[in-house]
């Protein structure tokens, strides 16, 4: 037989025919059913494709439309039927906007003239059909002919039949609809809800899904019946929280949320949590729509599980106004729900859909639900997926798919306002007739959660880093039967005890130490239990084969019932400080010998007692005592023989005592009277000699040298070095003065001199250029008289018109003579800021406004100051005060105002040509701070002075530029003029990084 061709048995062959024959037969009378269904239905029944063209209708149309038979209705259009263009051109309208928005419209009231020419008034439903894909494919219509309720009263009574028959009919679908809801909240992991609480205290439980079995272990009927039954499980600890958090949200209207622990018929302990809305009812009673699921298994987990769909919604605007109440009831519960509720799914052919999404969907993912359920749509949702995380997410739906088990994940996601989100989702898989995959589930926002479980982990890591890292013994101990079990150590106690963590965690304290040493351990934690708190005391234990002593402190840890269960310990190694004690004790003989004979002063003060405690020979026989009784008063003796202005000096150095580091020597210089009434020079230098068990300073050693002849030598010596410095002092300022005065003078009368040069030309200038501009403007005049009587000129005139542009000479003329007016007007200014600054007819001593001298400064410095090529310019900020006119020498003045804000302008410059950046700042600030007094404040945001530097300022010959950029004068001499010639104060106030300040302070009047 040919490989190609496939045998089939004849019986089953036969057997196929029949079952094709029985199908098309079962079809036939579907089709037969269906008409006739429709054809008894009281409305008038229609269906149309996309393009309006209808595809059947039921009897009552067809004799509407006068088309005798329904399936002559098939291929027509509205315009082929008795209606007018008008209503046609209505109807097709409607069609075209039910199939493009996808929602249906309902009771639609209108007129159609039917067939015989009459006028009737129609209620039209038209519901958007569509393919198993959800696309509109058609449009489906009824309507009811409502003439007879609108013109006769009398068809009141066949019009309530009608209607009671379309309520028993969407009743049914109701009926339906509250089925698929219920089969909804059955499927979704954990129990849905309503429960009601009534003025009086009573409760009830509205709704309640099947759910309740798997975490109460009860009915639905039963929580019906009896809703305090699911409150007597609740742990008793519980129960007051519970009912009190009820009651807060009943008063509040605020979401309710919580956790607590029950106890199920048989006997199982579980955690559940809550999450619901509360909503107040006309009778004042409080409704809460919510869930509740069972948190076991990880308590801290995601909110409780969501369900209902929002796609009923969708589908319940399908059907007819009689299932708008399940609608909203629907809407109420999803959209109340906290999270997405949805129901996903994984078609034969691998394509995906979502045929339902609740609002939760646009809060979580910022995607409106009517985007995402729209089939050739769902990658919407899998587009913000966290790259690293899709490839998981893949592959758990995939696993669901193949073992059809819950599926639970969490993952992250990016919305499109690039928010960082981590969620999880719960579903629950159930195979189709048509081998695709439907989820029922929820997802929720679990990003708080995530940053909770991340800080709990760095808080665990860092106690774990704490616990291993200190330098320290910590160990655990639980008492289990009257016996001691080491639960924990750290690291550092199994490298001190030289053993491997396997043989100390879990083994007893004998099995560790030996029956001799745990038996002294047992005692001593016996005593910590029966005292219920912490104690410290010192223990000798023989580790790696050596005694080592060690310094231990037992906490007790009890739990609820206040029961000691648990023995923390924390032991410090004080083997090596006990071995230093004993030497210390077996050398202070050998360094008393020692310290006997010393010809300096040796002393031990100790901190803790405030007393001296040790002095040798030498101090004793200075002081003129016997050493057994100086002892005890030796501090005061100390006292009474001290230098007066020494005393603070020797109590100061005590204070940096108790702060020394091991090593630091502390030195310091004081005076002493002996016991002949004559003062002594002592050269002291202490250290830290002891240190109490918490590391502070105990006890000091000093030792002091008498330096009396070196002091007296230089005492001589300073007095005469300060009297040399004196001199040369005397003699820099006058050579200081020389120098700067004759500079200022050469300076003033260069300044006075061009001043007078420029101004001479200037007023010649400025005093033309008004001339200029009422000739040029007599020019201008005649001009336009010309173009006003002669408009058409010779061409040759018209030509020169053009090459000299007239029009805009006429223009450009006005503005180059307001420029030189403009110009003349700065040159005289500025000749008088010269002026005013030389003030060389000024030079006694006079009253003048210090404001114009400051102008004056400015107006000179004005080129350092402006804008230049990568030079951003410093901006001068002038707070002027009310001030007097002030007795003053005004050049002499000028000339400290020059010098403060040269140096100020130098130090911005720095800063600018290094940061373009730094916005470069000068800041005069001029008042009146007493009834005599004025203050001149100039300030900059430069790099600051160091506070060494600021000291030497005013030194002569003293600066901190370039050599050839400074000669260290200007402010030596600006302290003289301000000090010497006006009694005055010039003073520094810097701080690095944020600027300096100059403060001048003057008398107003001079008495």
């Not at 499927?187 to 975490?215: E, K």
């Not at 580091?661 to 002949?676: C, P, Q, T, V």
């Not at 200014?829 to 600054?837: D, G, K, M, Q, T």
């Not at 008042?927 to 600051?944: E, M, P, R």
Request: proline letters at 3%; one cysteine or more.
């Amino acid at each position: 037989m040919n490989e190609n061709f496939i045998t089939i048995d004849k019986s089953i062959y036969e057997s196929l025919k029949q079952e094709n024959q029985q199908l098309k037969a079962e079809l036939k009378w579907s089709q037969q059913l269906f008409q006739l269904t429709v054809d008894n239905i009281p409305h008038s029944v229609f269906w149309k494709d996309r393009n309006s063209v209808f595809l059947g209708c039921n009897r009552n149309f067809a004799e509407d439309a006068s088309v005798d038979e329904p399936e002559n209705i098939i291929g027509k259009n509205d315009y082929d039927l008795p209606w007018t263009k008008e209503e046609s051109d209505f109807f097709r309208e409607c069609d075209k906007r039910v199939m493009d928005n996808g929602v249906p419209e309902i009771n639609i009231i209108e007129t159609q003239v039917q067939a015989d020419g009459n006028l009737f008034w129609l209620d039209t439903n038209k519901i958007p059909l569509r393919d198993g894909e959800g696309n509109v494919v058609g449009i489906f219509g009824t309507y009811e002919n409502i003439t007879e309720r609108k013109q006769v009263e009398e068809n009141l009574k066949k019009l309530n039949e009608t209607l009671e028959a379309r309520v028993e009919r969407r009743t049914a679908k109701l009926r339906e609809t509250e089925n698929r809801l219920s089969r909804l909240a059955d499927n979704v992991p954990g129990m849905i809800y309503q429960f009601q609480l009534n003025p009086d205290g009573r409760m009830s439980f509205p709704y309640v899904s099947s759910g309740c079995r798997d975490i109460w272990e009860i009915e639905p009927q039963k929580i019906y019946d009896d809703a305090e039954s699911v409150f007597t499980m609740v742990h008793p600890d519980d129960l007051p929280k519970l009912k009190q958090a009820i009651a807060n949200s009943a008063q509040t209207s605020q979401n309710w949320e919580y956790e607590w622990r029950i106890k199920t018929p048989s006997g199982k302990q579980k955690w559940l949590k809550g999450i619901s809305k509360p909503h107040l009812q006309a009778d004042n009673s409080t409704v809460w729509d919510g869930c509740i699921v069972d948190i076991t298994r990880r308590k801290q987990t995601e909110d409780a599980l969501h369900q209902l769909n929002e796609e009923l919604e969708a589908r319940v605007e399908q059907r007819t106004t009689a299932l708008y109440q399940a609608e909203a009831r629907l809407k109420k519960l999803t959209d109340n729900v906290p999270g997405m509720i949805y129901e996903f799914c994984l078609h034969s052919d691998e394509t995906m859909s979502f045929p339902y999404v609740s609002s939760g969907c646009e809060d979580i993912f910022e995607i409106k639900p009517s985007q995402l359920t729209i089939p050739q749509n769902s990658y919407l949702l899998f587009n913000g997926v966290h790259p690293d995380d899709l490839p998981k997410v893949q592959a758990s739906i995939t696993a669901s798919a193949q073992t059809l088990r819950n599926w639970e994940h969490e993952w992250r996601i990016i919305t499109d306002s690039n928010k960082h989100k981590w969620l999880k989702g719960i579903a629950k898989p159930e195979l189709q007739a048509d081998n695709s995959i439907l989820w029922f589930g929820c997802v929720i926002d679990i990003s708080e959660h995530k940053k909770t479980e991340a800080k709990l982990r760095e808080q665990e890591q860092f106690l774990r880093s704490i616990y291993d890292g200190l330098e320290h013994n910590i160990y655990v101990l639980d008492l289990e039967d009257d016996k001691l079990h080491c639960v924990g150590i750290n690291s550092f106690g199994l490298r001190i005890m030289g053993l491997p963590a396997a043989e100390v965690i879990g083994k007893t304290v004998q099995e560790i130490f030996g029956a001799q040493a745990a038996a002294n351990i047992y005692q001593r934690c016996k005593k910590c239990i029966e005292a219920g708190k912490a104690i410290t005391y010192e223990e000798n234990l023989m580790l790696q084969e050596q005694e080592m002593c060690f310094l231990t402190t037992l906490n007790p840890i009890k739990d609820s019932q206040g029961k000691v269960y648990r023995l923390i310990g924390t032991t410090l190694n004080i083997t090596e400080r006990k071995q230093a004690e004993e030497e210390l004790r077996a050398s202070q003989h050998f360094i008393q010998s020692i310290t006997d004979y010393s010809p300096n002063f040796l002393y031990i003060y100790d901190f803790e007692k405030q007393k001296t405690i040790y002095i040798n020979k030498e101090a004793v026989s200075f002081l003129g005592y016997l050493q057994k009784d100086i002892l005890a008063s030796i501090d005061e003796r100390m006292f009474e023989r001290t230098h007066r202005e020494d005393l603070d000096k020797i109590v100061a150095q005590q204070q940096k005592m108790l702060a020394a580091a091991d090593g630091d020597i502390l030195e310091f210089e004081y005076r002493l009277k002996d016991s002949n009434e004559e003062w002594h020079w002592f050269y002291n230098r202490q250290m830290v000699f002891n240190r109490k068990e918490d590391g502070t300073v105990k006890q000091s050693l000093g030792v002091a040298t008498d330096i009396t002849k070196r002091k007296q030598a230089e005492i001589k010596a300073q007095q005469k070095a300060i009297e040399l410095e004196n001199t040369l002092k005397k003699l820099q300022e006058t050579q200081a003065q020389l120098i700067q005065t004759e500079k200022m003078s050469g300076l003033g009368q260069m300044v006075a001199g061009v001043a007078h040069e420029i101004n001479n030309p200037a007023n010649f200038i400025h005093a033309n250029v008004s001339f200029i501009n009422e000739y040029s403007q007599d020019l201008i005049r005649l001009t336009e008289l010309y173009q006003k009587y002669y408009p058409n000129p010779e061409a040759e005139i018209q030509e020169e018109i053009d090459n000299i542009e007239l029009d805009f000479l006429k223009i450009d003329l006005q503005n180059i003579i307001r420029s030189m007016e403009e110009g003349t007007r700065r040159i005289r200014e500025i000749v008088l800021s010269l002026r005013n600054f030389s003030r060389l007819d000024e030079a006694e001593f006079k009253q003048v406004n210090i404001h114009e001298g400051l102008e004056s400064t400015l107006m000179i410095l004005q080129n350092r100051l402006k804008p230049k090529n990568n030079f951003s310019g410093i901006a001068v900020i002038k707070e002027y005060g009310n001030l007097p006119l002030i007795e003053c020498y005004p050049s002499q003045l000028n000339q400290v105002f020059m010098n403060i804000l040269v140096n100020a302008i130098d130090a911005l410059e720095e800063q600018i040509y290094g940061n373009n950046s730094f916005k470069a700042k000068i800041t005069i600030l001029t008042q009146k701070i007493a009834k005599n007094t004025a203050q001149i404040c100039i300030s900059d945001n430069g790099s600051g002075i160091p506070s060494n530097i600021i000291p030497k300022l005013f030194n002569p010959f003293f600066t901190t530029k370039e050599v050839g950029k400074g000669t260290g004068l200007g402010l030596s001499i600006s302290y003289q003029i301000i000090t010497e010639k006006h009694a005055g104060k010039l003073f520094c106030d810097s701080v690095v990084k944020k600027g300096t300040s100059f403060i001048i302070e003057i008398p107003i009047v001079h008495k």
